[in-house]
């Protein structure tokens, strides 16, 4: 019994590189669904390009349309394409930076004294991490 193996080497190459490309991390966002008053509050479990797996006691069904609010990226359109208990996976409409959502913003004053630079006003810039 052959349990979803790739059939093909190029889908063989292609489930390894969309491993590849995901980001691990635990961060929330806000979800909206296609028709649906209202946000919902999600778990981001891992991040690609392409799309995320969420996590969110919210009934949803495979092809709905959702618009997921990303941090440091903004509101982005995409479909659900698999649904499990709990958990579902999202693909986006288009491509996103998963090391933007990661990026945190730092203000001058998350900065310690020694690197402040006095008198200096200007837009929050981004932590390298």
């Known amino acids: 019994m052959d349990s979803q193996r790739p059939a093909t080497l190029d889908e063989e190459v292609a489930a390894l590189s969309r491993s590849a490309d995901r980001d691990s991390l635990f961060m929330q966002a806000e979800m909206a669904l296609g028709g649906r008053p209202g946000r919902t509050t999600v778990r981001v479990r891992n991040l690609s390009p392409g799309g995320m797996l969420a996590e969110a006691m919210v009934a949803v069904e495979q092809g709905a349309a959702v618009e997921v609010d990303l941090r440091n990226i903004g509101p982005v359109a995409g479909r659900v ?3 499990g208990e ?7 409409d288009r491509l996103v930076d998963p090391r933007a959502v990661r990026r945190q913003l730092v203000s001058g004053s998350d900065l310690p004294p020694h690197l402040r630079q006095r008198g200096a006003v200007g837009d929050p810039f981004h932590r390298r991490r």
Not at 86 to 92: D, L, N, S, T
């Open 81 to 83: 394409i698999w649904v």
């Open 86 to 92: 709990g958990k579902f996976g999202i693909a986006f």
